[in-house]
């Protein structure tokens, strides 16, 4: 009796309200949720909504799914039954409703439905789904005494849960394995109920019969977003509550017919979603209406070209989320830079210089398809096709894929980034493949991120990204729900179920990853030289303790790992596990510094990179040269290298006929290349005298104090000390009479902090002048300065000596410069190394013209020319992206700078060396 009478303070009697509503959905079987209409029979619009629960009686309540928050509930007996026996009874029929009270501390409201004239509060009670609840007054009303007759009936005949049988119909919660289930029901036609529309393109079924529920997003479409309860701030985005009443409307707790599509990274399933009564597919109906945009990966294969043409008419003809108009196609005309006004003839400015597409550098956006060969693996997910069709490159990055990193120089690779690298380069590198591009992250100005490709790259028929992920080499890529992706993601997310099922590379133990150690040898100490952090720099001197070695191998296997120039090259050698430097003896290519004017030294270069990059060679090791390099001869595919690039015009003989042992070969291949005129002798003239311009000067670099100079040493990317031209014979007369004093036979004695001495060069043993920078309190070891070659080191007690006195000494040969108005990575720092070495390789042992700009104490910040190609050594290091420009505002400069920016604009849209991976502020993602 108290419990009748706190219920009756609770509901309260209220006017007796009535009305016409669609059945939107069952909550359970009790409980409807309708759309209002008005007076017409026409859904209100924006949708009104009204939830009623039937009076008088009680069905079994619905349990709910585990969230990350919540733990599951499940279903009380025979609940999903008996919102099962109403959902098919109502559902989208309309329907009539009295609302008799209301209860005032929820809101809810209870009332009598009527379908066709008949209540449906007694038809789900004569079912057996729904008890009647005990009465609120001593005499019951005539219609509850209805209920309590049809209930007794029921119970007679033991219907629905009066049958009793609790535990064979309680529906329970099971968490879902994905992945299992997406490969036990993958290409199978399912049957489904849609039990919630989230926003148009989210929804979360129960399959049928099995009653699991999962949560799907629409294969092929994705909807403007309906924010989730509860977040902060997040608005609905434009027409997402228009799409989410067209999946609503039409598909809320209807029966559907479900196919899979796809499986993401978060174990998320993708389908196509058809009502089953109409056979209209969910995607077709929000993209044709503009509610919705086109995903090709997700999207069924055979539904592809009716969903895109159904966004383009969608587009033409501006629908909801189309409707913003962009530009004009005469102002799109007008923004482009073809429609820039054209020079007049009158037009005095020089002609660009025409650039063959195969020594372009790589471009960043490749076309949507086409056919290439593999030139380079930059690391096992980015690689560098050259077009068949015109030879241009293109830097490709794999769609969906995340691989393991190659760590900096002295730094560790991440687990199997080797075994990535490595199974792409035997596999790619020289074959021919089909290049897709499946989407591209745009330049952001204000994250200094440059454009990217993202491609799928095929081997025969073979996606070489799904290669990558069975080995266990790669991961699959976690995309935001809304992120372009790969077509071919579903594939990859299979591939990586089978490896991390094997456990196989990254998908194992971090312990079971191989461990590689190799000795670089390429890294060469020289005066003044310093070495990255976990780089140790090698003696001269001990290199040649390795040539032994290397010379009883005979013919050893290498693997090309870099093209310094048409003749030299940094080789992997796997029996050794040693990186070492090589020139092929006897030969001489044009030097490589930038775009040169030297005949095809670019050309030189590009050929021996499309020979012979990351290919695997055979060398004979016969000598080692003084800059650490070592000296014989070469075989790619059974061919000697040297004739191969002598035929071809790409480098010419440098030696006696009797100095080599191919030197008859080597005659007559260069021989052919000039009767043919090939190459770099295409316009060759043995009588020619090549003319130098003794003033170097560079047009734009501003005059102050010029010297031709020679470069003694290089210490890093961007320091060096230099020798004027004029001094070198005193220098070599200096050299002469030091080597006359027989030092080592001088006894050691004082030498203090500030003198001038004589020190032994730990990297050739040769006696030189220094200056002693600092004495240790035991004076077993001084710090010292080459005075004559540049450079510095500490070396003991023992390989130092008093100069003797009388010794004439003349003031420092070696002046220490510094690249002006540029800013070259330290040798520490990523590109260091290759600044230094390219550097070295540009301007070491050549005759140059300094100019100095500015002066910090004994240091001259110069512009530097070389005397041969007239360019500018500052520039060329711009534009190899092997340093960046230092803004000036002086007016005399201006020229200077604006060449410059020019230069390093080049380099980044070329994505060279330091904006390789984007913008070199940049993090990759």
Same mark, same amino acid.
């Given at each position: 009796?108290?419990?009748?009478?706190?219920?009756?303070?609770?509901?309260?009697?209220?006017?007796?309200?009535?009305?016409?509503?669609?059945?939107?959905?069952?909550?359970?079987?009790?409980?409807?949720?309708?759309?209002?209409?008005?007076?017409?029979?026409?859904?209100?619009?924006?949708?009104?909504?009204?939830?009623?629960?039937?009076?008088?009686?009680?069905?079994?309540?619905?349990?709910?799914?585990?969230?990350?928050?919540?733990?599951?509930?499940?279903?009380?007996?025979?609940?999903?039954?008996?919102?099962?026996?109403?959902?098919?009874?109502?559902?989208?029929?309309?329907?009539?409703?009295?609302?008799?009270?209301?209860?005032?501390?929820?809101?809810?409201?209870?009332?009598?439905?009527?379908?066709?004239?008949?209540?449906?509060?007694?038809?789900?009670?004569?079912?057996?789904?729904?008890?009647? $609840?005990?009465?609120? %007054? =001593?005499?019951? !009303?005539?219609?509850?005494? #209805? &209920? @309590?007759?049809?209930?007794? *009936?029921?119970?007679?005949?033991?219907?629905?849960?009066?049958?009793?049988?609790?535990?064979?119909?309680?529906?329970?919660?099971?968490?879902?394995?994905?992945?299992?289930?997406?490969?036990?029901?993958?290409?199978?036609?399912?049957?489904?109920?849609?039990?919630?529309?989230?926003?148009?393109?989210?929804?979360?079924?129960?399959?049928?019969?099995?009653?699991?529920?999962?949560?799907?997003?629409?294969?092929?479409?994705?909807?403007?977003?309906?924010?989730?309860?509860?977040?902060?701030?997040?608005?609905?985005?434009?027409?997402?509550?228009?799409?989410?009443?067209?999946?609503?409307?039409?598909?809320?707790?209807?029966?559907?017919?479900?196919?899979?599509?796809?499986?993401?990274?978060?174990?998320?399933?993708?389908? $196509?979603?058809?009502? %089953? =009564?109409?056979? !209209?597919?969910?995607?077709? #109906? &929000? @993209?044709?209406?503009?509610? *919705?945009?086109?995903?090709?990966?997700?999207?069924?294969?055979?539904?592809?070209?009716?969903?895109?043409?159904?966004?383009?008419?969608?587009?033409?003809?501006?629908?909801?989320?189309?409707?913003?108009?962009?530009?004009?196609?005469?102002?799109?005309?007008?923004?482009?830079?073809?429609?820039?006004?054209?020079?007049?003839?009158?037009?005095?400015?020089?002609?660009?210089?025409?650039?063959?597409?195969?020594?372009?550098?790589?471009?960043?956006?490749?076309?949507?398809?086409?056919?290439?060969?593999?030139?380079?693996?930059?690391?096992?997910?980015?690689?560098?096709?050259?077009?068949?069709?015109?030879?241009?490159?293109?830097?490709?990055?794999?769609?969906?894929?995340?691989?393991?990193?190659?760590?900096?120089?002295? $730094?560790?690779?991440?687990?199997?980034?080797?075994?990535?690298?490595?199974?792409?380069?035997?596999?790619?590198?020289?074959?021919?493949?089909?290049?897709?591009?499946?989407?591209?992250?745009?330049?952001?100005?204000?994250?200094?991120?440059?454009?990217?490709?993202?491609?799928?790259?095929?081997?025969?028929?073979?996606?070489?990204?799904?290669?990558?992920?069975?080995?266990?080499?790669?991961?699959?890529?976690?995309?935001?729900?809304?992120?372009?992706?790969?077509?071919?993601?579903?594939?990859?997310?299979?591939?990586?179920?089978?490896?991390?099922?094997?456990?196989?590379?990254?998908?194992?133990?971090?312990?079971?990853?191989?461990?590689?150690?190799?000795?670089?040898?390429?890294?060469?100490?020289?005066?003044?030289?310093?070495?990255?952090?976990?780089?140790?720099?090698?003696?001269?001197?001990?290199?040649?303790?390795?040539?032994?070695?290397?010379?009883?191998?005979?013919?050893?296997?290498?693997?090309?790992?870099?093209?310094?120039?048409?003749?030299?090259?940094?080789?992997?050698?796997?029996?050794?596990?040693?990186?070492?430097?090589?020139?092929?003896?006897?030969?001489?290519?044009?030097?490589?510094?930038?775009?040169?004017?030297?005949?095809?030294?670019?050309?030189?270069?590009?050929?021996?990179?499309?020979?012979?990059?990351?290919?695997?060679?055979?060398?004979?090791?016969?000598?080692?040269?003084?800059?650490?390099?070592?000296?014989?001869?070469?075989?790619?595919?059974?061919?000697?290298?040297?004739?191969?690039?002598?035929?071809?015009?790409?480098?010419?003989?440098?030696?006696?006929?009797?100095?080599?042992?191919?030197?008859?070969?080597?005659?007559?291949?260069?021989?052919?290349?000039?009767?043919?005129?090939?190459?770099?002798?295409?316009?060759?003239?043995?009588?020619?005298?090549?003319?130098?311009?003794?003033?170097?000067?560079?047009?734009?670099?501003?005059?102050?104090?010029?010297?031709?100079?020679?470069?003694?040493?290089?210490?890093?990317?961007?320091?060096?000390?230099?020798?004027?031209?004029?001094?070198?014979?005193?220098?070599?007369?200096?050299?002469?009479?030091?080597?006359?004093?027989?030092?080592?036979?001088?006894?050691?004695?004082?030498?203090?902090?500030?003198?001038?001495?004589?020190?032994?060069?730990?990297?050739?043993?040769?006696?030189?002048?220094?200056?002693?920078?600092?004495?240790?309190?035991?004076?077993?070891?001084?710090?010292?300065?080459?005075?004559?070659?540049?450079?510095?080191?500490?070396?003991?007690?023992?390989?130092?000596?008093?100069?003797?006195?009388?010794?004439?000494?003349?003031?420092?040969?070696?002046?220490?410069?510094?690249?002006?108005?540029?800013?070259?990575?330290?040798?520490?720092?990523?590109?260091?190394?290759?600044?230094?070495?390219?550097?070295?390789?540009?301007?070491?042992?050549?005759?140059?013209?300094?100019?100095?700009?500015?002066?910090?104490?004994?240091?001259?910040?110069?512009?530097?020319?070389?005397?041969?190609?007239?360019?500018?050594?500052?520039?060329?290091?711009?534009?190899?992206?092997?340093?960046?420009?230092?803004?000036?505002?002086?007016?005399?400069?201006?020229?200077?700078?604006?060449?410059?920016?020019?230069?390093?604009?080049?380099?980044?849209?070329?994505?060279?060396?330091?904006?390789?991976?984007?913008?070199?502020?940049?993090?990759?993602?």
């Amino acid at each position: 009796m108290a419990q009748s009478q706190k219920r009756s303070t609770q509901q309260q009697a209220a006017p007796k309200e009535t009305g016409h509503g669609i059945v939107k959905s069952v909550n359970s079987g009790d409980t409807i949720v309708l759309f209002q209409l008005n007076r017409n029979g026409q859904v209100i619009i924006p949708p009104c909504e009204r939830e009623i629960t039937l009076t008088s009686i009680q069905a079994p309540r619905m349990g709910r799914p585990a969230t990350k928050s919540r733990e599951a509930v499940h279903d009380e007996p025979y609940a999903w039954e008996s919102r099962e026996f109403l959902r098919r009874l109502v559902v989208g029929k309309i329907v009539s409703y009295t609302v008799e009270s209301k209860n005032p501390n929820t809101g809810r409201e209870y009332g009598q439905v009527q379908l066709g004239g008949e209540s449906v509060n007694s038809a789900i009670v004569a079912a057996g789904f729904a008890r009647v $609840k005990s009465g609120n %007054s =001593a005499e019951p !009303r005539k219609s509850d005494v #209805e &209920l @309590i007759e049809l209930q007794n *009936a029921a119970e007679a005949e033991k219907k629905g849960l009066w049958e009793k049988d609790d535990a064979a119909h309680v529906r329970t919660f099971e968490p879902v394995d994905s992945y299992e289930l997406y490969t036990r029901l993958r290409g199978k036609l399912q049957t489904a109920v849609v039990e919630q529309v989230r926003s148009a393109s989210l929804l979360r079924v129960s399959f049928l019969p099995s009653k699991q529920v999962v949560s799907l997003q629409l294969g092929g479409a994705i909807a403007p977003r309906t924010p989730f309860p509860g977040e902060d701030n997040s608005e609905p985005e434009p027409f997402a509550a228009e799409a989410k009443f067209l999946a609503e409307r039409n598909l809320l707790q209807r029966d559907v017919h479900i196919l899979f599509t796809g499986v993401d990274k978060q174990q998320n399933f993708f389908g $196509k979603v058809v009502d %089953s =009564a109409s056979g !209209r597919s969910l995607a077709n #109906e &929000l @993209i044709s209406q503009g509610l *919705a945009q086109y995903v090709e990966w997700s999207a069924p294969t055979e539904d592809r070209e009716t969903l895109l043409s159904l966004q383009n008419a969608a587009k033409e003809k501006g629908l909801r989320i189309w409707s913003k108009k962009g530009p004009s196609a005469a102002e799109v005309a007008a923004s482009k830079p073809e429609a820039a006004a054209a020079p007049t003839p009158a037009s005095t400015a020089a002609p660009a210089k025409v650039v063959a597409p195969a020594l372009m550098p790589p471009a960043a956006t490749p076309p949507a398809e086409f056919v290439g060969r593999v030139r380079e693996v930059k690391s096992g997910g980015d690689l560098i096709v050259a077009d068949t069709a015109d030879r241009r490159k293109y830097f490709v990055s794999l769609a969906s894929v995340q691989v393991p990193r190659t760590g900096p120089p002295g $730094k560790d690779d991440e687990p199997w980034a080797f075994e990535a690298r490595e199974f792409m380069r035997s596999k790619l590198v020289g074959k021919k493949v089909r290049v897709t591009l499946d989407y591209t992250r745009p330049a952001n100005k204000e994250r200094n991120l440059t454009e990217k490709a993202f491609c799928s790259v095929f081997l025969d028929k073979s996606n070489i990204a799904s290669m990558l992920i069975e080995k266990g080499l790669a991961k699959v890529m976690g995309h935001r729900g809304d992120d372009p992706r790969s077509p071919h993601y579903e594939a990859l997310v299979m591939c990586e179920m089978k490896a991390k099922k094997k456990r196989k590379g990254v998908f194992g133990d971090a312990d079971a990853a191989p461990k590689h150690h190799v000795n670089d040898l390429t890294n060469v100490a020289g005066p003044g030289r310093t070495a990255p952090e976990g780089v140790k720099l090698v003696d001269v001197g001990k290199l040649k303790n390795h040539l032994p070695f290397l010379q009883r191998g005979g013919k050893l296997e290498a693997l090309v790992e870099y093209v310094f120039s048409g003749t030299r090259f940094k080789l992997f050698i796997p029996r050794e596990s040693c990186l070492i430097n090589f020139s092929v003896a006897g030969l001489k290519a044009p030097a490589k510094r930038g775009n040169l004017d030297e005949p095809f030294a670019e050309e030189s270069v590009e050929f021996a990179r499309e020979l012979l990059l990351q290919q695997t060679v055979e060398i004979e090791v016969e000598n080692i040269d003084k800059g650490g390099n070592f000296l014989g001869n070469m075989w790619c595919n059974r061919k000697n290298v040297g004739i191969s690039m002598l035929e071809e015009g790409c480098c010419s003989v440098n030696f006696g006929p009797r100095k080599h042992l191919y030197a008859h070969e080597y005659v007559q291949a260069e021989e052919s290349a000039k009767a043919r005129r090939l190459g770099m002798w295409e316009n060759w003239d043995p009588n020619a005298v090549p003319a130098v311009d003794e003033t170097g000067k560079e047009e734009g670099a501003p005059s102050k104090e010029f010297y031709t100079v020679k470069i003694v040493e290089v210490c890093n990317g961007s320091r060096f000390y230099a020798t004027k031209v004029d001094d070198l014979p005193g220098l070599e007369s200096l050299m002469k009479r030091i080597e006359d004093l027989n030092p080592d036979a001088i006894n050691p004695g004082a030498v203090s902090s500030g003198s001038i001495a004589l020190g032994k060069f730990t990297a050739d043993n040769a006696w030189y002048r220094v200056k002693v920078l600092k004495v240790n309190r035991e004076k077993t070891s001084y710090e010292v300065a080459y005075i004559d070659y540049g450079g510095s080191e500490t070396i003991p007690s023992s390989r130092i000596r008093p100069l003797p006195i009388g010794f004439p000494s003349p003031p420092a040969m070696a002046k220490e410069c510094v690249l002006a108005y540029v800013k070259v990575p330290e040798l520490s720092e990523d590109f260091g190394v290759e600044a230094a070495e390219f550097l070295r390789d540009t301007i070491m042992d050549n005759t140059m013209v300094v100019n100095i700009e500015y002066r910090e104490g004994d240091k001259s910040f110069v512009t530097l020319v070389d005397v041969d190609t007239k360019r500018l050594i500052n520039t060329l290091m711009v534009e190899q992206g092997l340093a960046t420009v230092v803004q000036q505002r002086k007016k005399h400069l201006a020229p200077l700078i604006e060449k410059m920016n020019e230069a390093q604009e080049k380099a980044r849209s070329g994505r060279m060396n330091l904006w390789q991976y984007g913008d070199i502020l940049e993090d990759d993602e």
